[in-house]
């Protein structure tokens, strides 16, 4: 064998030696990913659209799972409460334990503690776009929970003569919603509203999703790349030998 088939019969090796590297490490990656997601995720499918236009009736959502103590102000949240039902819901958190909750100021906006609060996620916006109600206190271990399209969501307004205020128990939250799946034209993270970050607690941080799916794909391209090389290096060597 010539130098120069040395040096080819390296190369190729080399680079068998790289493509199986990849593909165990794209192996990782990507079954680690969706181990990793299903440990902490859940889906979910909307079923009305109460929340609309955040998620939309029929969306299918992930969920991380949580057992509503970790749960904050304007985070959207899966629960199940008996009072409210048998099946799992979706709203937002307006409120915690000790909150009092109220609306509307004259600009029509929900207010927390006094203090109005900027709503960019509703369906709609300005003063006809909410159902007044009283001020409300929000009992201790308790969310105060609306949906996102106020004028068509049954929610802690309906049951606001309950002893609870029409708050439910952290207790009753199953996950915390992080990201439209499905449909693809609404497939994205949902974001952190910015009207609760400067109350006391804050908003809550995202969950490691972002993170998975980026495992999940950079691992997918690792394996079809390093899958590819074989037959692209040797349809090479054939062009090179012709």
């Known amino acids: 064998m010539g130098e120069a088939g040395l040096k080819g019969s390296r190369r190729r090796g080399l680079g068998e030696t790289l493509s199986g ?3 165990a490490i794209g192996c990782v990656l990507f079954l680690g990913g969706f181990a990793w997601g299903a440990v902490l995720y859940q889906p979910y499918t ?3 659209d109460s929340m609309s236009p ?12 949580t057992d ?8 959207v949240v899966v ?34 503690n006094g203090h109005p609060v900027d ?19 929000v009992p201790a271990g308790r969310l105060f929970l609306l949906g996102d399209h106020r004028l068509d969501s049954a929610d802690s307004r309906s049951h606001l003569q309950d002893s609870s205020h029409g708050a439910v128990p952290r207790s009753a939250v199953r996950a915390r919603v992080e990201a439209v799946a499905w449909p693809m034209s609404g497939f994205g993270m949902l974001s952190r509203p910015g ?23 950079a691992g997918a391209v690792l394996i079809f790349g390093g899958a590819a090389y074989g037959p692209i290096a040797r349809r090479a060597g054939r062009g090179a030998r012709s």
Not at 68 to 75: A, L, Y
Not at 94 to 105: E, I, M, Y
Not at 195 to 217: C, H, K, N, R, Y
């Open 68 to 75: 509503g103590h970790g749960v904050h102000r304007g985070d």
């Open 46 to 48: 909307v079923p009305t």
């Open 54 to 65: 955040t998620v939309e009736a029929g969306d299918r959502v992930l969920a991380e799972r």
């Open 21 to 23: 590297l990849a593909v």
């Open 119 to 137: 709503e960019p996620y509703l369906k709609r916006k300005g003063p006809d776009s909410q159902t007044p109600f009283k001020p409300t206190k």
């Open 195 to 217: 009207g609760f970050a400067s109350m006391p607690g804050g908003i809550s941080s995202s969950g490691p999703l972002a993170m998975q799916l980026t495992a999940v794909v």
């Open 79 to 112: 629960f199940q409460d008996q009072v409210w039902g048998a099946v799992p819901m979706v709203k937002r958190v307006v409120g915690v334990g000790g909150d009092t909750v109220s609306c509307c100021s004259r600009q029509g906006k929900l207010s927390v």
